[in-house]
């Protein structure tokens, strides 16, 4: 093999692995609570104070 096929040949594979990984790590979604949500829609300023308690009171049962 010429040396210009040698650097296909390794380059190749090698950028697949790195892409992989990745797109791996790149799809782990963090999932949250449904408190935590709540809270950051809250925070936001979604939803009023009467509605997040009352939300909150319903997660708590």
């Known amino acids: 093999m010429h040396g210009y096929e040698m650097v296909i040949v390794w380059t190749l594979p090698l950028l697949l692995i790195v892409a992989l990984v990745y797109f791996i790590n790149n799809n782990k979604k963090e999932t949250l609570s449904a408190k935590e949500i709540l809270d950051i829609r809250f925070a936001k300023g ?13 997660l708590e049962k």
């Open 46 to 58: 979604e939803i009023d104070e009467e509605e997040y308690k009352r939300k909150r009171d319903a």
